[in-house]
Each structure stands twice: as C-alpha cells, then as structure tokens.
T-cell receptor
Framework: EAGVTQFPSHSVIEKGQTVTLRCDPISGHDNLYWYRRVMGKEIKFLLHFVKESKQDESGMPNNRFLAERTGGTYSTLKVQPAELEDSGVYFC????????????FGSGTRLTVT | GNSVTQMEGPVTLSEEAFLTINCTYTATGYPSLFWYVQYPGEGLQLLLKATKADDKGSNKGFEATYRKETTSFHLEKGSVQVSDSAVYFCALSDPGQNFVFGPGTRLSVLP
C-alpha cells in the first residue's frame, strides 16, 4: 500500500512568487492534515480536511495560504505571494476513519523562500 | 492550550550508549502521547505511543512510559546504533483533536 506522497520534495522560490504543494493521502483516508515546521521549531498544525470539507483551519497563518481538496482525494496548499518567513518543511498526514489517533505522515516538502 | 516541551539538541552519542530524550507536556484533558521519528530524507514515522497513564510504549528497543504525576513521556533506549540517528519528536493528541508536537531533538550516533 502506498504511503502519503508529497511533492515536490524541495522548492526554492523568490519572495513574492507563488508555490503550490501537493499531497496524496493513503487511498481511502478521509482525513487529511497539513502541518509545517519553521526554522527548526516545533511542527505546527495548519488545517484538517474531512473528505473535501475543511474541518479545522485554525492554524492557517494568514490569507496568503490557500488549501484545497477537490473531490476529497489529493490536496494542494498554495502560498501566494510567498514571504521569507514561509520557509520551512510542510508535512501532510492522513488518517482513516478507524484510526483513532494515528496519522500517517509524508516525507514533507522543504520550501525555501529567498 | 496543550503544549509539549522536549530537551534541546543536538544529542551526540557513541554507539551502544544509553539514550534518554526528555519530554514533558501540558494538557487540559487526558491526551495520548507519542514519539515520532524522522530519518534522513524520510517522512515522520510513529515510533511508539501510550494512550493512558502508566502505559509503556515500546518499539525497536525504544521505550517511554506515560507518567501523569510528572506529566512526562521520556524516550529511552539502552544501546543506540548508528541507524538510530534521526530527529525525534514528542507529541500529544486528545481524541479527535490535532497533534501538538515538541520542537524535535536531533540525535547523532557515532560509530
């Protein structure tokens, strides 16, 4: 069974540009989460989808970030326009209905804004 | 709100040394506690977990005991290997809630 897949694995963009990150969850997982780790600090929650609906987006830092999950399958996280402080590692995780706690994480996308 | 604190890294040990990575938490409820590990170039992997007080999670020679009285979940391993070099994250989760992670501790094991 394929795990959670994220791409690109690395992205280097200039301040003011747009970047779109993609996450493919484990097939059949309704729950999809985005997290990020900035500057070697703790991993922080961004938002949670249940199927195509945003269950909780309380961690989204500002309106430059837009997450979508059309059709309830893969998800994208767009940053527009990117700022220097957006640099970090963005993780995606998915969880099935029967998994009470465990979220399965992808390898992350390392974003560098210069 | 909930929070997790873990010891600052990096931690550098020789092979076969004893490892302890301290983790303490603050939570309003009765969360489950986790250790996740990220090996170089890979995603976060669940290492072990404990869902209630006094539970001990164990995996791959690593252990951690859920101590409610000290609000701690310290990670231990009796004899580390070079292959254990990674970043270790302590985390907590209330049922149905999102994860709260600590800042991570980088472990380097030298041959």
């Amino acid at each position: 069974e394929a795990g959670v897949t994220q791409f690109p694995s690395h992205s280097v963009i200039e301040k003011g540009q747009t970047v779109t990150l993609r996450c493919d969850p484990i097939s059949g997982h309704d729950n999809l989460y985005w997290y990020r780790r900035v500057m070697g600090k703790e991993i922080k929650f961004l938002l949670h989808f249940v199927k195509e609906s945003k269950q909780d987006e309380s961690g989204m830092p500002n309106n430059r970030f837009l997450a979508e999950r059309t059709g309830g399958t893969y998800s994208t996280l767009k940053v527009q326009p990117a700022e220097l402080e957006d640099s970090g590692v963005y993780f995606c995780a998915s969880k099935g209905i029967g998994d009470s706690y465990e979220q399965y994480f992808g390898s992350g996308t390392r974003l560098t804004v210069t | 709100g909930n929070s997790v604190t873990q010891m600052e890294g990096p931690v550098t040990l020789s092979e076969e040394a004893f490892l302890t990575i301290n983790c303490t938490y603050t939570a309003t409820g009765y969360p489950s506690l986790f250790w996740y590990v990220q090996y170089p170039g890979e995603g976060l992997q669940l290492l072990l977990k404990a869902t209630k007080a006094d539970d001990k999670g164990s995996n791959k020679g690593f252990e951690a005991t859920y101590r409610k009285e000290t609000t701690s979940f310290h990670l231990e391993k009796g004899s580390v290997q070079v292959s254990d070099s990674a970043v270790y994250f302590c985390a907590l989760s209330d049922p149905g809630q999102n994860f709260v992670f600590g800042p991570g501790t980088r472990l380097s094991v030298l041959p």
